[in-house]
């Protein structure tokens, strides 16, 4: 017993005695991987998938790695994903166009494995969740009234309504895998430069949703300015409610009847991206 906690308080005194901390912050940006579909783009003749995943865009990081020796380190990081906007609808028909899109707006951690292949060549692998943040649509859609419309209304022929929104929308906690690899540019004996590939697996189940903003303008044929604020988030029109709640089981009778709730679904976060940043080294 004795010849074990010696042993073991040698390793765990040469452990810290090696021991390296080193702080980097990074810059970078990433493409959608295993895209998955988002939307459709219809028009008078065809439909369209649009296909694509919210991991894509510019993403900052925060990292903190401690070596335990020459060639294994932990490593904890936080990031910041500002996602490229993805189409989820675009219609072009004659009395109807729609324009939406969405974008990221998340917050990550994660906690990994680094080894060093070299002094300068590493590798990270471990588990990455999402902490905060949204996915952000933002609609622009526009419908021309029918003749018969427009002279109930007291409005000229091809009158038409603009209505505008932005809804928010929230995942559950999810776990998904990190792994990179990565080049160092020593600059000194505390200062380097990296570059890396990085690779996210990650989706997020949606929880529920909110309407942040709404409004709904009338205008004549010509584009002028007849009703203002036909609806608002104060009086949303007929299929339209403030908040979502997305379930896994929804009875036939609730979804006829309880516009508040739908079926859940998953949408896809994964990425390859290419981050650029500067490291800290403290004294070891």
Known sequence: MKQLITVLTVILFSTVTFGQLQVSASTGYAIGSAGMKLGEKI???STENTYGSYGEGLNFQLRGTYFFNNKLGADLAFGYLNGADQTISEVTLPTTEVNAIARARAYGASLAVVYKFTDNVYGRF?????VGGKTEAVVASKSVFSDDEA?????????????????????????GFVAALGYTFNLDDHFSLFVEGEYYGISLKRKDSELKSFNTDVFTSNGTL?????????????????????????????????????????????????????????KG
Do not use: M, W
Request: hydrophobic share 35%; charged share 20%.
């Open 151 to 175: 002279t109930a209304l007291g409005l000229d022929s091809g009158s038409y309504t603009e209505t505008n929104y932005v809804e928010d929308f929230h995942g559950h906690l999810p776990l």
């Open 226 to 282: 007849a009703v203002s604020g036909l609806y608002t988030l104060d009086n949303l029109p007929e299929g339209y409610v403030k908040n979502t709640t997305y379930v896994d089981d929804l009875s036939h009778a609730d979804a006829a009847t309880d516009a508040s709730k739908e079926l859940s679904q998953k949408v896809p976060y994964s990425s390859f991206g290419i981050n650029f940043g500067i490291i800290y080294k403290f």
């Open 43 to 45: 028009n008078t003749t």
């Open 126 to 130: 471990g588990a990455l969740i999402k």
